[in-house]
């Protein structure tokens, strides 16, 4: 497993300064909005069955990136390490998908329902209040383990590189699944409108599609160029790609909603707090859990980990597709974007300075 993820791997110059990054497009594409706003509104305009094209083709190239990288022949290894696999699902698809909707409700639909007025036509032309708008798309984040990032996080982390792979894997062909029906149900008791064909079929193309050109294009590559210049040059020269493409998807996005930034800035931080809560829950049950497991530190921090952080560009993704790129549920995905960064800094910091918790002998 040592060639899994690359010795010398570090936070590229993008992934290091993402928030700093996605605040920038904020910035620029509320001002882009109020400048020149029928630019993105001619934009989404190019759509087939209310998927907007632009939008669809800046999508794919934030999610192929992050399948290319993925070696699914390791998946059929994971038998030897059950219990880190077994706590992984468990928490990902038993735990965090109720407890995210749970937190979101608690604080968006009690505790911040006064601040959060208003209502919006979704696209169908269904009006919901926007307070379920924003907690529909923490459930479209809750539902989407992280499967990009996260190899970096391990990393940094000190874990083991081959078992985040490995969860990294089966979270993928998982998602397939699972993500469109818990999705669909949870979105259903929000009481938010269900097009569960869109739903399907945003999955299709946004997990589906990627997942089956990623995993041909690496054979194709590799045994071509071989593994080492697929690892150092191919993935070296895509990973920005799949920022870029992130970036100039946040742009669009705010350059509709930038008129409710200005006027209610506070939106941002109050979506915030539930998702800053519900990440640090998640973590902190996580790694209890592999405490009482006795798994071993390594095995332990990984699987805390990609439980606490969240497969943004999926969330991004579907809630666009579902309910508009102007949707306070786009808007609640981006908050999540603009977060993980230095949220999951912080824990890769509480794992490096809790190893002793754990047996050193492993």
Known sequence: ??????????????????????????????????????????????????????????????MYPIMVKIDFAEVVKAG????????TLFINWCIKPFSMFAVAFLFLGVFFKNWLPGFEIVKGGTEVELYRSYISGCILLGVAPCTAMVLIW???????????LVMVAINSLTML??????????????????PWQTIVLSVAIYVGLPLILGYHSRKMVIAKKGFKWFEEKFIHYLTPVSIIALLFTLMLLFSFKGEL???QPQVIFLIAIPLFIQTCFIFGLAYIMAKWLKLSYRDA??????????????????????FGLSSGASLAAVVGVLIEVPVMLMLVRVCLRTRHFFDRGH
């Open 177 to 194: 699944l699972l993500y469109a029906p818990l999705g669909g149900w949870l979105l259903g008791i929000n009481k938010m409108p269900i």
């Open 301 to 322: 921090a990984p699987s805390a980990l990609i439980g606490a952080s969240n497969h943004f560009e999926v969330a991004i993704a579907t809630s666009t597709v579902l």
């Open 80 to 87: 030897r390490t059950p219990k880190p696999v077994a706590l």
């Open 154 to 164: 391990g990393h940094l982390s000190k874990a083991n590189d081959g078992h985040t």
């Open 261 to 263: 930034i200005i006027k």
């Open 1 to 62: 497993m040592g060639r899994v993820v690359h010795e010398e791997r570090r936070l590229s110059f993008f992934e290091r300064y993402l928030t700093i990054w996605v605040t920038g497009c904020i910035a620029l594409g509320i001002l882009l909005g109020r400048l020149f706003p029928e630019i993105a509104l001619t934009l989404d305009r190019f759509s087939v069955y209310q998927v907007s094209i632009p939008i669809a083709i800046c999508l794919f190239f934030m």
